[in-house]
């Protein structure tokens, strides 16, 4: 693989922390106390993006927006709790080394995740990343979620690149639609979906890791190489 690039946009959850089951978790027994008994495969393939989009697509409104604020945050604060004690097994392979290395050869990046800005900033402290990345755009920061890529776009604005000129990388469905939105690459982690679930959407590569990646720098920019 070599991907032609100016810039580096990474979702967090399922792409440097293997961490979506914890938030499958999460989720199954929030939404169980509320009354819908999700299986972990239902909630897999259905819970996704950001939390009060979710909880207005399940409940409608039974519950006003303050109500469903302080659902979403109950949550979150769980996750957290469950995920802070087994943090580092659950790093993706190859990922700090990856990104310590692009950032060594100079390529802007940033991170555009659909999680809310705590846990976007737990998960960036204990990777260590924080001084590494240009740019940290969380969920309510945004107007509408993915496949909307407007997370993408405005982590590409704060790096000073066209939005079309990055790559991305993504873990899930709904992120690889809001690359292919974008019409940007897509790089996709297999840690919490398989191949055949992307059929119909472009992916530049599946990869179960970063290990073997590298960037390149070129006269014309960078290249993403593994």
């Known amino acids: ?60 409104d039974r519950f006003t927006l303050e109500e469903r604020k302080q659902i979403a945050w109950d949550k979150e604060a769980a996750y957290r709790d469950i995920f802070a004690a087994d943090f580092e097994a659950n790093i993706v ?13 100079g390529i802007p990046m940033a991170i555009g995740t659909a999680g809310p800005k705590e846990n976007a900033e737990f998960v960036v402290e204990n990777l260590g ?40 990388f993504e873990d899930s469905v709904t992120g690889a639609k809001a690359a292919n939105n974008a019409n940007c690459p897509v790089v996709v982690l297999t840690t919490t979906h398989h191949e055949p679930e992307f059929l119909g959407l472009e992916v530049a590569n599946f990869r179960p890791d970063f290990v073997g990646l590298r960037v390149e720098r070129t006269e014309e920019g960078f290249v993403l190489v593994g």
């Open 1 to 60: 693989m070599q991907i032609q690039t100016k810039a580096l946009l990474f979702d967090l959850d399922g792409t440097l922390v293997d961490n979506m089951m914890v938030h499958h978790r999460a989720w199954q027994r929030k939404l169980k106390e509320l009354g819908l008994d999700y299986s972990l495969d239902r909630v897999k393939e259905e819970i996704h993006g950001v939390n009060l989009e979710i909880l207005e697509r399940l409940f409608g």
């Open 93 to 105: 392979p190859g990922a700090l080394a990856f990104i310590r290395q692009a950032h060594a050869a």
């Open 129 to 168: 990343i924080g001084e590494l990345m240009g740019h940290l755009v969380h969920s309510g920061m945004v107007r509408k979620g993915k496949p909307d890529p407007e997370v993408f776009r405005q982590g590409a604005d704060a790096l000073g690149v066209d939005l079309k000129d990055c790559t991305i």
